[in-house]
């Protein structure tokens, strides 16, 4: 079993920055991709940002410019900087990522249980 929890959202004013985690762990071979995901209250959950174990990222346009993701493979982690933080972003911002739990075996999705984030002046 693998299990992702996500620490570092709270409430920021507008123009802001939050630096979240997410800690992989349990039983691990290998991650491929790590990710982060987001909704908002009444709205479907969408991809923020995620990363590949080869280095590829990719964001949404919505976010592109203003947060990067990064991973310490090293520790099975995924950060996200979010920087010029607006309202809009105001979400439950949830982990994800693609375990593979021994060789050959097929990767799975498994999801952290959620950090709110609010973005309120």
């Known amino acids: 079993q693998v299990q992702l929890v996500e620490s570092g959202g709270g409430l920021v004013q507008p123009g802001g920055s939050l630096r979240l985690s997410c800690a992989a762990s349990?039983?691990?071979?290998?991650?491929?991709?790590m990710g982060w995901y987001r909704q908002a209250p009444g709205k479907q959950r969408e991809l923020v940002a995620r990363?590949?174990?080869?280095?590829?990222?990719n964001y949404a346009d919505s976010v592109t410019g203003r947060f990067t993701i990064s991973r310490d493979n090293s520790k099975n982690m995924v950060y996200l900087q979010m920087n010029s933080l607006n309202v809009e972003d105001t979400a439950v911002y949830y982990c994800?990522?693609?375990?593979?739990?021994?060789?050959?075996?097929?990767?799975?999705?498994?999801w952290g249980q959620g950090t709110q984030v609010t973005v309120s002046s």
């Open positions: 349990g039983i691990i071979f290998r991650i491929w991709t």
């Open positions: 994800n990522a693609d375990v593979a739990t021994a060789w050959g075996v097929r990767p799975r999705d498994y």
């Open positions: 990363s590949t174990l080869g280095g590829s990222t």
